[in-house]
C-alpha cells in the first residue's frame, strides 16, 4: 500500500526552539493533515492541506503542502513543554477511495524547559 | 460539543475470550472508522463505513475481527477468540462527507494474556 516516510522519528530541543517535521511520499496525495497525539489519547488534528503550495498557519504552528504534492512540512515556532507529544502526517493518496488517509510514522516531540 | 466516544478505555482479558469495543461517532458525521496503534505497526486502518455501511474491510486482519454499524451513533469492533498478538490501541475516528478530517476517540487499550 501507500506509505508516508515521516522525519525525524524523534526530537529533543529546548523551550523556546523552532521545530520542523516532514513528510514524503513516493506517490501524490490529494491532501495532507497533520495530528499531534499525547499519551493516553487520541490523535488531534492540527491542520488539514487542501492544495499544492498551500501555506497554512495556526497559531505556532504552520504546515505546507508540497507543490509536487509528495511532501509536506510542519513548523512549530517558540516551542514550549505543553508541544510535547506525538506528531502524525497523514494524507490522502490520489486514486484512493475516499476517507482512507495513510498515517506516517510519527514523529515523538520532547521539549526540555 | 461530544467528540467521538470509546468503551471501555481499558480491557484485560485471557487469550480465546471475546472482547467488544464499542464508539459512538460525533453527531452527524457519516463516516466512521476502526484503526489499531501499535509501536510495530503504527497507526492502521481496520475498517471504515459510510452510512452505517462497510465500505472497505481490507485492513482487518482475520476472520476473529468483525465489525458492524447498526445505526448512525453506534458501532462494534469484536475480536473472538482474542490472542495476545491482539494487544494494542484501537480507536474510532468519525469524519463528514466531503471533508478529509477526521476526528479521533480516547482510544480502547487492549491487553490480551
Known amino acids: 500500500g501507500q506509505q508516508l516516510n515521516q522525519s525525524p522519528q524523534s526530537m529533543f530541543i529546548q523551550e523556546g526552539e523552532d521545530v520542523s517535521m516532514n513528510c514524503t511520499s513516493s506517490?501524490?496525495?490529494?491532501?495532507w493533515l497533520w495530528y499531534k497525539q499525547e499519551p493516553g489519547e487520541g490523535p488531534v488534528l492540527l491542520i488539514a492541506?487542501?492544495?499544492?503550495?498551500e501555506l497554512t498557519s495556526n497559531g505556532r504552528l504552520t504546515a505546507q503542502f508540497g507543490i509536487t504534492r509528495k511532501d509536506s512540512f510542519l513548523n512549530i515556532s517558540a516551542s514550549i513543554p505543553s508541544d510535547v507529544g506525538i506528531y502524525f502526517c497523514?494524507?490522502?493518496?490520489?486514486?484512493?477511495?475516499?476517507?482512507?488517509?495513510?498515517f506516517g510514522q510519527g514523529t515523538i516531540l520532547t521539549v526540555h524547559p | 460539543d461530544a467528540g467521538v466516544i470509546q468503551s471501555p478505555r481499558h480491557e484485560v482479558t485471557e487469550m480465546g475470550q471475546e472482547v467488544t469495543l464499542r464508539c459512538k461517532p460525533i453527531?452527524?458525521?457519516?463516516?466512521l472508522f476502526w484503526y489499531r496503534q501499535t509501536m510495530m505497526r503504527g497507526l492502521e486502518l481496520l475498517i471504515y463505513?459510510?452510512?452505517?455501511?462497510?465500505?472497505?474491510d481490507s485492513g482487518m486482519p482475520e476472520d476473529r475481527f468483525s465489525a458492524k454499524m447498526p445505526n448512525a451513533s453506534f458501532s462494534t469492533l469484536k475480536i473472538q477468540p482474542s490472542e495476545p498478538r491482539d494487544s494494542a490501541v484501537y480507536f474510532c475516528?468519525?469524519?463528514?462527507?466531503?471533508?478529509?478530517?477526521?476526528?479521533f476517540g480516547p482510544g480502547t487499550r487492549l491487553t490480551v494474556l
Open positions: 475516528a468519525s469524519s463528514l462527507r466531503g471533508s478529509y478530517e477526521q476526528f
Open positions: 492541506l487542501y492544495k499544492a503550495g
Open positions: 453527531s452527524g458525521h457519516d463516516y
Open positions: 463505513f459510510n452510512n452505517n455501511v462497510p465500505i472497505d
Open positions: 497523514a494524507g490522502q493518496p490520489g486514486g484512493t477511495s475516499y476517507g482512507k488517509l495513510t
Open positions: 506517490s501524490i496525495f490529494n491532501t
